[in-house]
C-alpha cells in the first residue's frame, strides 16, 4: 500500500493506542477506559451519549463502561438537572488522583513518539496536523455532493 496522510496517520493512531493500552495496565484500567476517563476529564459533565460519540462506539459500550469505572470508584453520575433522563459524568477525587499519574504516562510515551525531534519541529508537526483536522472538521460531503478524488 502506498503510504498516504490518511493511512500514516491513522496508523499512529493505532499505534498511540496500542502503547497507552499497554500503560493503562499498570493503572488497573483498560485503553478505552483511559480515553474515556480523559475525556471526562476534559469536558466534565459530559453525558454518555457524548463520550459515546467521541469514542466512536454504541450507546450501551459505555454505558457498561461507566458501570465499571463506577464499581472502581472512578466515575460518577449525577442527575442532568435540565433532562432527569439523562446523566451528567463526573471524575471523582480517586480518579482525580490517578489522572495525575496516567498524564504523566502519557507524556512519556509522546515524549518517545518524537523522540530525534527538535523542539521547532515538534511545534511545526503539531500545526501542520492541526491543519490536517481543521480540514477534516467541516462538515462531511454527503454523497449527493461531489468531491475532489
Known sequence: MEANVAYVSSDIGRLYRKRFA???KRFGV???QW???????RTPGTTQQALASWLEVEAITVARMI???SKLDL??????PADRRRWRLYLTPKADELMIGMA???????DESVAGLSAAEQQQLLALLE?????LTDDV???AEPTDG
Open 30 to 32: 483498560t485503553g478505552p
Open 141 to 143: 460531503p454527503t454523497e
Open 131 to 135: 491543519r490536517v483536522r481543521a480540514n
Open 35 to 41: 480515553r474515556a476517563l480523559a475525556t471526562i476529564n
Open 75 to 80: 466515575v460518577e453520575r449525577r442527575d442532568d
Open 67 to 69: 458501570d465499571r469505572l
Open 22 to 24: 499497554a500503560a493503562a
Open 104 to 110: 504523566s504516562c502519557a507524556s512519556a510515551v509522546i
